[in-house]
């Protein structure tokens, strides 16, 4: 009987040690969920050191996610996929003999082995800009296509046309037809108040993957003379841009469009960290002109620019700095000439902005319209003064570019540059197709002087040293030897003219 009282009592606690785990273990989870839910009050606890990072911490890189969200949401489907068929010309199968491929086509058709022309697929990206169905997107993505389709995001499909093209900035604008139907328009920002360093989103169809959207940042701004377009004024960022990105939207975090993508720099053809994009104010300027007229008018100056290296600067009199564009020629009848501009100014401000190079001015110039009266700081030896100019419309063609000749025969040497020249004879001022008057030409520069180094080469034309013009051989060394470091040469090399600053050996 006691046996079974203890059996029954052992029972009892056995069950009550149950009851009170469960109790225990189900109070702790209620509070750990009520804790992760946000609803257990602040804790001054040490974040997890598996995961090593506060609650504070998580909650701006989750808002930051929700940032990139909201801006691919909202500006995704106002980029567009374009399709393009273009006509190529492909190699015949029997061009040889006695026959010719015309004798073939004639029995057989243009197309019967492979010759003629045939269809060629392409692809890239545009912005909707307008409800009416402007898009704007690169000349190179449209460029020679015969037909050209246009994808929405929501999986509408419309038929485009070209309404402008300017190649000098790789920009275009097409159009759809909405037939009344609601079309997602982006909202245009302003390119100059990005920084270095401002996250952005890149959106677009690279290798024709639709909607596809990449960030980074503004890695840098003002990119030029990397010889791609005419005028270049990159935007430069890591947000990853690949082909069939060219004419998307690189967007910042207010969703606002701040560039056009444009191209990458890449020696695989893929990317590599560094694409380019043309800034939207640019672009909106190129795209108003092209919708009004169909072409674009540039601002024109008639002037050869170039930029200030430190030699330059020293033998220019400038200031410390090297910021400023040196003007190397003036045309003659032209903006410049008549408003007393001269080979050797340098433009330092443009309306009070400073100038920090050739590129910089360029591209500013180019933004005006023809008849703006614009106010130029120049450097003009030493004096700094103020220059008013009536901007002019840029020609077509600026002026033939002779290519340069080789130049034989020898001449006299400057040991202290280790250049040699010759006399300017009729023959070779034809052969070069210099038609200025007087100077030397260059017959030889030692492979490592300062010269060559400089960008002096055999068959450019020296017409000054120190300002002081040179007719023959003997004239220039003897300038040269009793001139002061740096050197001052004013050459003219394919059709145009500029300066060079040179050390002496």
Do not use: C
Not at 256 to 285: D, F, H, K, Q, W
Request: glycine share 12%; proline share 4%.
């Amino acid at each position: 009987m006691l046996d079974d009282d203890l059996d029954l009592k052992l029972r009892k606690w056995k069950i009550a040690a149950i009851a009170l785990t469960v109790i225990v273990l189900g109070l702790g989870t209620l509070l750990t969920i009520m804790y992760l839910n946000g609803s257990g009050g602040e804790s001054d606890a040490e974040p997890s050191p598996g995961l090593n990072i506060s609650e504070e911490d998580l909650a701006k890189l989750s808002d930051t996610n929700k940032a990139f969200v909201a801006v691919s949401e909202y500006v995704g489907p106002s980029v567009v996929q374009i399709r393009t068929l273009t006509r190529v010309q492909t190699a015949d199968f029997f061009d040889f003999g006695p026959f010719g491929d015309d004798f073939f086509e004639d029995f057989f058709g243009p197309d019967a082995f492979g010759g003629g022309e045939q269809w060629s697929e392409a692809g890239g990206s545009g912005v909707i800009v307008s409800e009416d169905g402007y898009i704007l997107t690169n000349n190179h993505v449209v460029e020679g296509a015969r037909e050209i389709t246009v994808a929405l995001t929501d999986g509408r499909e419309y038929d485009a046309e070209v309404v402008g093209v300017d190649p000098g900035t790789d920009l275009s604008v097409i159009r759809i037809d909405p037939e009344g139907d609601q079309l997602p328009v982006a909202e245009l920002g302003d390119s100059d108040e990005i920084r270095v360093g401002d996250w952005v989103v890149a959106l677009g169809s690279p290798f024709g993957l639709e909607n596809t959207v990449t960030a980074g940042i503004i890695s840098a701004k003002g990119r030029s003379a990397l010889n791609i377009l005419d005028y270049e004024d990159f935007i430069q960022t890591d947000a990853a841009i690949n082909p069939g990105n060219s004419g998307g939207a690189l967007v910042n975090l207010q969703g606002e469009v701040v560039g056009i993508n444009t191209a990458i720099y890449s020696t695989s053809g893929g990317y590599m960290g560094i694409g380019l994009a043309i800034p939207i104010n640019l672009a909106r300027t190129v795209m108003e002109q092209l919708i009004e007229t169909g072409e674009v008018t540039r601002g024109w100056l008639g002037v050869y620019i170039q930029d200030v290296n430190q030699d330059l600067a020293r033998a220019l009199e400038l200031p410390d700095d090297t910021r400023g564009a040196l003007i190397g020629e003036v045309m003659p009848d032209t903006p410049a000439e008549e408003a007393g501009l001269r080979a050797g100014d340098v433009v330092v401000a443009m309306n009070g902005e400073v100038i920090n190079g050739s590129a910089e001015l360029r591209n500013k110039v180019a933004r005006l319209k023809p008849g703006e009266v614009v106010e130029f700081d120049i450097v003009r030896d030493g004096d700094t003064t103020t220059i008013e100019v009536i901007i002019g419309e840029r020609p077509v063609e600026e002026g033939l570019v002779p290519s340069r000749g080789k130049t034989p025969g020898a001449g006299m040497k400057s040991e202290a540059l280790g250049v040699e020249v010759g006399d300017l004879t009729l023959d070779i001022t034809a052969e070069l197709g210099y038609e200025g008057s007087g100077g030397v030409v260059v017959t030889d520069v030692d492979s490592g002087s300062d010269a060559y180094r400089a960008g002096l080469r055999s068959g450019m034309i020296i017409v000054e040293v120190d300002r002081t013009p040179v007719d023959d051989p003997a004239e220039f060394t003897a300038l040269v030897e009793e001139s002061e470091d740096p050197v001052l040469l004013y050459v003219w090399s394919q059709g145009a003219m500029t300066y060079l600053a040179i050390e002496k050996d």
